[in-house]
Each structure stands twice: as structure tokens, then as C-alpha cells.
């Protein structure tokens, strides 16, 4: 329906709506958070659901101690690669629809132990990400600011055509592989397929990044 059409409907007391945006709204205000942290911006998600912040506004305020009855992981704080394929396996327990944020520097690149051996860089490595929250640690208002971004992310999501998400492809996997611990590191050390989905533009320039897509380091 035109929005303009819609809008003057709205002012006449009239509300029409869509499936879709029914659906959509229904989904975006019901995420339901899996309870886990990793390090310390853990304490900030912790603060986000308390009464001065108060998450449970945005309809997220029931963090889920199992990964079957939540479809939001928040992975918060550094990812070691011992930690990371229970990561992976928590994510891959989720029913779909499922969502990832990944809040702060660690979660998202390593952050101030990028350069350590035993720290993995970025999360997006094995699952796909669909918030990135800087800063180190983001405060809770940065997860707030990146849940309502994730909730507008479901609002505009279309549940056909190409555009649709992921989920909703039935050639599209909602499991990812769990890496191994290697001798030297995880094997393997990227999910390449994944990679090259999210970083599709920066693979196809060989200037920043290898045919692996490796490019991010
Ligand atoms: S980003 Fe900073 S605050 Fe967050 S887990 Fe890493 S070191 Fe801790």
C-alpha cells in the first residue's frame, strides 16, 4: 500500500497492515537473548538488563538459560579459541530465526588481544554477525543503540523475494562447523565460505584480500 495512503488512513483513525508487518513486528519484539557472557563487556550486557537501563522495554528483558528457546546470542567479551567452538556450538543449538551481536572490540576483532596467540579475531570468523558494537567496553547504551539496530534490521526484513533472509533460503545452512583445536591453532582457522559471504566485496579485490578472502587480520 502507498505510504502516503497509509499515513492519511492512520490520521482518519484507519490502521492497515500486512503479514509481513505483522509478522516482523511480532518477531522484533520478542528476542529473546541467550544467557552467556565471555569477559568483561559481559558486565555492561549485565547492566543493560538491570532497572537503570532496563532492556525488558524493548521486549528482550528474557534472557534464556538454554540456546533452543533463544534466537539472540550477544556474544559479549573476548573470544578465546578454547571458548570458540562451544561459540559455535551454542549458536548452532539455536532455532532459526537466530541473530548475533557481537559487542565490543574483542568479540568483533580481538580487540586489544588481537595480537595474542590464543585469541580469536572476530567472531564473524565461524558465525554471521548482524550487529558489530565497537568500543572497549561498549556502555550499555552502545547495546541498546545496537539492539534497537537489530530490531529495525527484522522490521525491514521482506519474507520473500531474493532479499528475504537467510532463514528463510532452504539452500542456506543455519549450522555452521564447529572448528577443532589444531596443533597450532583452530582448524580451520575461518569459516572461508561464511567470510566470503559477508566480505563478498572486499574478497572479489584480490589489493585487500587473498582468494581465501584472509584479507582481515
Ligand atoms: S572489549 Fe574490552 S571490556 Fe570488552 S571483553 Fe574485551 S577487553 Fe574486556
Redesign the pocket.
Known sequence: MDAELKNELSRQGIFTTTLEELYNWGRKSSVWPLTFG???????MIATTMARYDLARFGAEVFRPSPRQADLMIV???VTKKMAPQVVRLYNQMPEPKYVIA?????ISG???KQGYNVLKGIDRYIPVDVHIP????RPEALIDAFMTLQKKIAAQSLTGEERPRYLHADEPSEFPVPEYGAHDLEPPKNVKLWNIIYKTAAKEPSSAGEDGSGKD
Not at 565471555?38 to 555492561?44: M, R
Open positions: 565471555l569477559a568483561c563487556c559481559a558486565i555492561e559479549a567479551g573476548t559487542m565490543g572490540a574483542c568479540a580487540g586489544p588481544f568500543g572497549c567496553p561498549p
